[in-house]
């Protein structure tokens, strides 16, 4: 059972255009909501969070969108960059100390010059 | 270190051997998790080691994966008698509160 479902898969997006990715979850206990990024070769690294109490967090062209009545999250980036592409993971935590983070699929990110 | 180390950074195997991987974690973070990454699969938990409790070991998917962590500190993950659908990248990430810092995966490739 996959416990956040995040679209698209993959997306192409033009310079300067803006990316949006999508993900859902059922879990009502998540507490905390990161996004990771990820460039081939690497591990993936913390983007940018967002908790249930707040509907909006913006950290320079990255912005997280929550909605808890419909359970879902989103991440915007504005003006896309080709240094944006990578793949994107959203991910939910259930409250107990350092538990682990239940990830999305991800999504494959190309912006094109 | 700087960041965590994992090692090998690639391994090729024979189907039927063991492998080990190693995990040096951010020095100071009490939390030790990992992470199977497959193509098209996202980010799989396999199991999640913090301070001196006992692991949480829910994420491992057969009986031939194990994993230790020696003196709250370095971490080897070994896999049994592996099966080709056992290749896939194998993450380590630590953390001293809720971001994790992931190393850059040892590529496991079973032939």
């Known amino acids: 059972q996959q416990q956040v479902k995040q679209s698209p898969q993959s997306l192409i997006v033009q310079k300067g255009g803006i990316s949006i990715i999508n993900c859902a979850y059922e879990?009502?206990?998540?507490?905390?909501f990161p996004w990771y990024q990820q460039f081939p070769g690497k591990g993936p690294a913390l983007l940018i969070a967002?908790?249930?109490?707040?509907s909006e967090k913006k950290e320079g062209r990255f912005t997280i969108s929550f909605n808890k009545s419909a359970k879902q999250f989103s991440l915007h980036i504005m003006d896309s960059q080709p240094g944006d592409s990578a793949t994107y993971f959203c991910?939910?935590?259930?409250?107990?100390?350092?538990?682990?983070?239940?990830f999305g699929k991800g999504t494959m990110l190309l912006v094109s010059p | 270190g700087a960041g965590v180390s994992q090692s090998p950074s690639n391994k090729v195997t024979e189907k039927g051997k063991d492998v080990e991987l190693r995990c040096d974690p951010i020095?100071?973070?009490?939390?030790l998790y990992w992470y199977r990454q497959s193509l098209g699969q996202g980010l799989e938990f396999l199991i999640y080691?913090?301070?001196?409790?006992?692991?949480?070991k829910s994420g491992l998917p057969s009986d031939r994966f194990s994993a230790e962590r020696t003196g709250g500190s370095v971490s080897t993950l070994t896999i049994q008698r592996t099966q080709q659908e056992d290749s896939a990248v194998y993450l380590c990430?630590?953390?001293?509160?809720?971001?994790?810092?992931f190393g850059s995966g040892t590529q496991l490739s079973v032939l």
């Open positions: 990430a630590s953390s001293s509160n809720e971001k994790l810092f």
């Open positions: 879990n009502t206990a998540f507490d905390y």
């Open positions: 967002i908790r249930p109490d707040v």
């Open positions: 991910a939910a935590r259930v409250p107990r100390g350092y538990s682990t983070l239940t």
């Open positions: 020095s100071g973070h009490t939390a």
């Open positions: 080691f913090q301070g001196n409790s006992a692991p949480d």
